[in-house]
C-alpha cells in the first residue's frame, strides 16, 4: 500500500509540474506580447536580464513578430553566447527587423561563428532583406566550406537572378563537389535557358501573329524556377 501511494504521489508530482511548465509558457508569451504593445523598453529589459539559457531560448523563441521600431542592439550580446540556441534565436530575431546597416554584423556571424545553425540563419537574414547591397557579401559566402551555408547564400542570390554579377557567380560552382549545389545551380541555368528560348519564340509569335509574350510563370511575388530551386534547398537542409 505504502509503495502504491508513493507512485501515486510521483504521478501527482510529475503531472504537477507538467501543467506548471506549461503555465510558466503561456504566460512568458502573453507577457511579451503586451510588453510588445505597451512598453518596448521593459521588453528590453526582461530580455537582457535573462542569465539562464533554457530562460533566454524561451523568451528569444517567443518574441513572434517585432514591430519596426524594434531596437536590434538587444540581440547583439547573445551573438557571443556560449549556447548555440540561444545564438541562434538571437540572429532569427534580427533578421525579423534588421536594414541594410546590419549586413556587415550578419556577415561577421557568418565568418566567427562556429555553428552550421547559427551561420545558415545569418545567412537567410541577410537574403530575406532582398538588398542589393547584401550581393556582394552572399556572393562571397559561395565559398563558404560549409554546404548548406552555401546553399542559403545561393537561395538568396536568386532574387538577383537577372544581375550579371550574380548569374557569374552562380556559374562559377555549378561543378560545386556537392552534388546538391550542383543540382540547385545547373537546374537554375537549364530553366532560364528554357525561357530564354521561349520568350525568343514568342518575340516571334508577336511579329507575325500580334500575339503578346507570355513570359514566364509566376505565383505570387517569385517565379516558378525561384521557387522550384527553394524546394531543392530545402531538402538539402533535411537530409
Known sequence: MARLKAIAHGYEFLWSFRVK????????KTYIEHLKQSDLGRLYQ???????????????????FLPEEFDVNVFLPFLKHQNDQVRFWAV???????????????????????????RREAVSSMGRLRSPRA????????EDDDPKVVLQAIRGLLVFRNYPT?????????????EMIQSVIRRE??????????????G????????????????????????DASKLIEKAFHR
Open 21 to 28: 511548465m506549461i503555465a510558466q509558457s503561456t504566460s512568458v
Open 46 to 64: 526582461f530580455i537582457s536580464q535573462k542569465k539562464d539559457s533554457k530562460e533566454l531560448v524561451e523568451v528569444l523563441e517567443n518574441l513572434g
Open 92 to 118: 532569427k530575431n534580427m533578421g525579423k527587423v534588421a536594414t541594410e546597416d546590419w549586413l556587415r554584423k550578419l556577415y561577421e556571424v557568418v565568418q566567427e561563428d562556429e555553428s552550421s545553425m547559427v
Open 135 to 142: 550581393i556582394t557579401l552572399l556572393t562571397r559566402v559561395l
Open 166 to 178: 550574380v548569374r557569374k557567380a552562380l556559374k562559377q560552382i555549378s561543378d560545386h563537389p556537392n
Open 189 to 202: 541555368f537549364r530553366e532560364v535557358k528554357s525561357e530564354n528560348k521561349q520568350e525568343q519564340t514568342n
Open 204 to 227: 516571334k509569335r508577336e511579329i507575325y501573329l500580334r500575339r503578346p509574350r507570355t513570359g514566364h510563370i509566376r505565383t505570387g511575388n517569385h517565379s516558378k524556377n525561384e521557387i
